[in-house]
């Protein structure tokens, strides 16, 4: 009796042992077929397997991957027509000249931002966007933006920099496929029209950056370098001038400062770079220029020259005609007829500084532009209708369809002669 009880748990042991065999043997059947089953042999060579440590060859630091260049979006075919993206700022009082300076640069290709600062009046700056809402140019191509809430800059300080990157931002924002970013003042003006401009930088690559730039800081270095200031537009609702702080500074060890004009073309790669970049190097100079006298003529300068991936991009020339003193004073000459010829001759598509309604934008309208007064500069998207009015034509993507003039042959000798310098490759930078 005490054997049959011993054997009973026993023989429930093995009954499910056997069971769970059973079930193991199903389950294989059910998953793994035999070879019979399958109606066609499977061809393992279309197996894919995730890559292994030793067959990956990933770079060990993450920098390593980001420096690759993005997928993106594909390079524009031959002959394409560029877009530019342009920021034009002005203070109190610019208003109507601002307008001017849009209606001369206008062109359905592009984008624009128009930026009153907090020194103009409220009023002012409601008129500028009640004028570009109310044309009907404007808005039918709906790419002009004027900034509503406006910042206050102040010429020398870092709050103009960051002016311009707030411009960056919102082109970047609104529209994703311009190729060059410029940055202008209301009292600047083109001598070149926009035809002339998108139909010479159709043949050059995009990823050029016009910028005068030197590390030959000269006396910049005692009078701008070493000084420490405070720049009251950032952090106070008034215009005045920067605040010098007792205290000096040493030259940067980091990374070596570039100095130039303030005004550039720059690409939209660069742009992206400065704005949301992955690399710290703008943010770190940005804050090193925040106590920098007149820092827009040093932060763009110093970053691309000291980014690996775009130092090499560089073209030695902001395309502006200014008028300096010998040596030159914190402000240019005001141009006048007289400077007209000399104007000419730069092959520059721009020029600064002009009054208000100087009477040399006069002829520069009538000789250079053919741009009637509240007119746009002569372009192929637009003839004029006699008495039905403006009468407006697509634009086309290819450049051969633009109508370049005179102004097209100087800029191109402009260019043709900056790339083509025997020392262009070697002078990056230097």
């Not at 070879?35 to 993450?62: G, K, R």
């Not at 004009?261 to 090193?288: I, Q």
């Amino acid at each position: 009796m005490e054997k049959t009880q011993q054997q009973q748990p026993r023989r429930r042991s093995q009954l499910l042992f056997s069971l769970a065999v059973s079930l193991l043997l199903a389950s294989a059947a059910l998953f793994f077929p035999s070879p019979s089953s399958f109606t066609e042999p499977v061809d393992l060579s279309s197996l894919t397997f995730p890559p292994t440590l030793d067959n990956a060859h990933l770079p060990l630091f993450v920098e390593e991957q980001l420096r690759r260049p993005p997928p993106g979006a594909p390079p524009p075919p031959p002959g394409s027509t560029p877009k530019l993206a342009y920021v034009i700022s002005g203070s109190g009082g610019d208003g109507e000249s601002l307008k001017r300076v849009l209606r001369a640069l206008y062109h359905p290709f592009n984008s624009y931002v128009l930026h009153l600062d907090l020194e103009a009046p409220a009023a002012e700056r409601a008129a500028l966007a009640a004028a570009v809402r109310a044309d009907a140019v404007y808005a039918r191509f709906r790419n002009v933006h004027v900034v509503v809430k406006a910042n206050l800059v102040t010429y020398r300080g870092p709050s103009m920099v960051a002016n311009t990157l707030h411009a960056a931002a919102i082109l970047l924002r609104l529209a994703t496929d311009w190729d060059w970013f410029i940055n202008l003042s209301a009292s600047d003006y083109p001598l070149v029209t926009q035809d002339d401009l998108l139909y010479v930088l159709s043949s050059y690559p995009r990823h050029l950056n016009f910028i005068d730039h030197t590390s030959n800081l000269g006396w910049k270095v005692y009078h701008r370098a070493l000084p420490v200031i405070v720049d009251p537009g950032l952090h106070s609702s008034r215009k005045s001038e920067v605040h010098f702080v007792s205290e000096r500074r040493n030259l940067p060890s980091a990374f070596k400062l570039f100095t130039g004009s303030a005004w550039m073309m720059l690409s939209r790669e660069f742009m992206e770079f400065c704005v949301w970049g992955w690399d710290n190097l703008p943010r770190a100079a940005l804050m090193y220029y925040a106590n920098f006298v007149s820092s827009p003529e040093g932060y763009f300068h110093t970053v691309i020259c000291n980014a690996e991936e775009f130092r090499n991009t560089t073209v030695n020339h902001d395309l502006h005609f200014i008028s300096w003193d010998n040596p030159p004073k914190q402000h240019p000459h005001s141009l006048e007829l007289a400077d007209f010829p000399a104007m000419l001759a730069s092959n520059a598509p721009f020029a600064r500084k002009f009054a208000e309604n100087a009477s040399v934008l006069d002829r520069i309208d009538v000789e250079l532009l053919d741009r009637r007064p509240e007119g746009f500069a002569y372009g192929s998207w637009w003839s004029d209708g006699g008495a039905d009015g403006l009468r407006l034509h697509p634009p086309s993507p290819a450049a051969s369809e633009l109508s370049p003039g005179a102004g097209a042959a100087r800029l191109k000798t402009l260019i043709d002669g900056l790339i083509s310098s025997p020392r262009f490759h070697e002078s990056h930078c230097l």
